[in-house]
């Protein structure tokens, strides 16, 4: 039995968010706690609670969240300077919230990749 988060109430708006793109298979959306200028959080509409539980069925969904990482990335206009993407999977990740996203984060120098 899959668990529903937080994030399927944002995806059909039950709940307020800063919701930047949404369509049939993602929706895009800021971080509550930004942790660089921009943080914007895109997940796929159809719960998948973490990368292992990815399928062929889902490549559709998870390549769009590329896609719209990119047009995101130009409109915030950190797609020259650069920006990182993050998709945490489990508990030594610290995932949180087990509905698959991927972190947009940039705006600034983010520094190494992984804290010591
Ligand atoms: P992770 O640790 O990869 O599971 O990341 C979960 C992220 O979800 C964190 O960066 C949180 O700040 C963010 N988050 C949790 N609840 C909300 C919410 N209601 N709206 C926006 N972001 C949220």
Known sequence: MVEETIFSKIIRKEIPADILYQDDLVTAFADIAPQAPTHVLIIPNVLIPTVNDVTAEHEQALGRLFTVARK????????ESGYRLIMNCNRD???EVYHIHMHLLGGRCLGPLLAK
């Open 93 to 95: 990740s610290g995932q």
């Open 72 to 79: 995101l990335a130009s409109e915030a206009g950190i797609d």
